[in-house]
């Protein structure tokens, strides 16, 4: 397994852009698929972003298509969410996860991960 450290959340107002980073420390970051996962109050934690573990392969939930895009420096064990015209509904706990797989997928299932950070607040003002 991986272990994830997220950075980059804050406050930011509507209209406005964040750069959320993962650093993974562990075994062989370049096998691992991505994931950014985010949890506002009161409701269930969800899909945002994924990569594959070579980055050729990305999904996003429709919420945020066009809005954020997700990268990773395999090189330097992280991966980043870009995130543009901020809306205030993207506010919530951001999660970054990563599972170890063979193929060439991005995964959206939440349980299909076996490593998480610890999450980092993102706050957009209306």
Known sequence: QVQLVESGGGLAQAGGSLRLSCA??????????????????GKDRESVAAISWSGAITYYADSVKGRFTISRG??????????????????????????????????????????????TQ?????
């Open 74 to 119: 395999n090189a330097m064990n992280t991966m980043y969410l870009q995130m543009d015209s901020l809306k205030p509904e993207d506010t919530a706990v951001y999660y970054c996860a990563a599972t170890y797989t063979g193929a060439a997928v991005a995964p959206r299932q939440e349980s299909t991960y076996t490593s998480w950070g610890q999450g």
């Open 24 to 41: 993974a420390s562990g075994r062989a970051f370049s096998t691992y698929a991505m994931g950014w996962f985010r949890q506002a109050p």
């Open 122 to 126: 993102v706050t957009v003002s209306s």
